[in-house]
């Protein structure tokens, strides 16, 4: 008999719970084999951006991994039904191991694979999440849709131990010469090497050493530090657990003996780990979380559809400095401060009056830890549209936000060079600067940075208007 390993977004080899269940199996009988699988979807490795060059990037540092571990990782490229399909033919394969995914697109891939590739068992494992959308329900067993409560129940449930295999039996299992994977390889390879970016600390090590230092000390502070934009105050392991370079269970063990201490910052820290596992759970219940809003009294609002507004907001371009500086933070690194997403959401939905949707998209190729179910979830929650959302007439004014979370400045500076020499009392307005003072800050309104393109006053009312239905 053979199975089938099959990575998909959990590209690491220690800690994970369809590897070490593989193992078992391997165990159980001598005469078992089995090989290592990734399958490229043909529709992604044909659109290239960020997030997919992030992924793919990481893709080949984890094949190289396998191979230092003697594991051959076979790739396939195609559409999903006929590579299962053309995998039975080549390959006589009686069981496919997998970590699951809950949201709705991949449970449609698995679906086809299943189809494809009659003749195995499937057995998915829990493996992306501390709970599965399932394991925690109220006591009707329905969902939750409100986190509070949710978070009450997710904090009892008892927390998996990592599952760990030893790469060195698994890879003396392997079948030998199973696929001839060259052409799909060599797909891989020039899709990265024509890759805008390079990315940097793309290994499994990488994501551990990171999980290491944060866990060290940082953590300590992460109560106090996490909304201020210029502090590396964040665990920046959102790329990682995107990808699965990480797992949840070896964050959880890392910070155990903090959290046992009751450690404040630890504690705030798990429970944003549990908002990850709470949108994933919204996502399963409302698979149309990504397109539809969740409340039905706001799902036929009129959107401003102006695209030279959305395109400001794309390009940094706003006027506002800390919303222009979050986005180029976005646009130039991938990832962008839980509160600089924040901020920018809301200026988009509630300044611009843009549908959350064109925002939500945007996100989603340029963030290299894009994950479908926290964006939608992000993004609805900015929107007041979603299910544990903010009232609609809490408005983020992007500059009291910018004078309580960079106060000095000192984010906007790095991001917006052009206002390196504004003062401080201008950094968060700089179009209250005379002309004097701009002239010796060397920043012209108008000519080297925008003007504001909206009045956040008078949106603010409009926004307002808009979600309580009243026309103009
Ligand atoms: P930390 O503060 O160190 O948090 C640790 C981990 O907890 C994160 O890595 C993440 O996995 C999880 N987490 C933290 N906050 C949230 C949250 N609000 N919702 C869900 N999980 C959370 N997160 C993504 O991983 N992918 C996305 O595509 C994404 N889009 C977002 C869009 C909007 C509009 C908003 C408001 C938030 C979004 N988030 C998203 C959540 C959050 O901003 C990021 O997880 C966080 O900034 C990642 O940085 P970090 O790892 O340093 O976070």
Known sequence: ETALLWFRRDLRLTDNHAMYALEQWLQEDNSRTWMAFFHIEKKRIEDPCPHHDYFFQNLEAFSKECKEKDIRLYIKVGKIGKVFESLGKEKEISAVFFNEDEVPRAVKRDEKARKGLKQAVFYPFKDAHFHASDEVLKKDDSYYEVFTPYYRSWFKKQKDKPFRADPAFLASRQVNKALSDKKDRDILKE????????????????????????????????????????????????????????????????????????????????????????????????????????????????????????????????????????????????????????????????????????????????????????????????????????????????????????????????????????????????????????????????????????????QRKRAIAMFKGEDE
């Open 191 to 458: 899709y990265n090497k024509q890759a805008e970016t390079n990315w940097e600390k793309v290994k499994e090590q990488d994501a551990l050493d990171r999980l290491d230092t944060f866990a060290d000390d940082p953590v300590k502070y992460y109560e106090n530090e996490r909304d201020i934009l210029a502090e590396d105050g964040t665990s920046r392991l959102s790329a990682y657990l995107k990808t699965g370079r990480i797992s949840v269970r070896t964050i959880y063990e890392a910070l155990l003996p903090k959290l046992e201490e009751e450690d404040k910052g630890a504690g705030t820290f798990l429970s944003e780990l549990a908002w990850r596992d709470f949108y994933n759970m919204i996502h399963v219940s409302h698979p149309d979380l990504k397109n539809k809003e969740l409340k039905e009294a706001y799902q036929s609002l009129s959107w401003s559809n102006n695209k030279e507004n959305l395109d400001k907001w794309k390009n940094a371009e706003t006027g506002y400095p800390v919303v222009d500086a979050c986005m180029t933070q976005l646009n130039e690194t991938g990832w962008m401060h839980n509160r600089g997403r924040m901020i920018t959401a809301s200026f988009l939905v509630k300044d611009f009056l843009e549908d959350w949707r064109e925002g939500e998209q945007y996100f989603g190729r340029r963030l290299i830890d894009y994950d479908p179910s926290s964006n939608a979830g992000g993004w609805q929650w900015a929107a007041s549209t979603g299910s544990d959302a903010v009232p609609y007439f809490r408005v983020f004014s992007p500059i009291r936000q910018s004078q309580r979370f960079d106060e000095k400045g000192e984010f906007i500076k790095k991001y917006l060079p052009v206002l390196k020499d504004v003062p401080s009392r201008f950094i968060h307005e700089p179009w209250k600067m005379s002309k004097e003072e701009q002239e010796k800050a060397s920043c012209i309104i108008g000519k080297d940075y925008p003007e504001p393109i909206v009045d956040h006053a008078v």
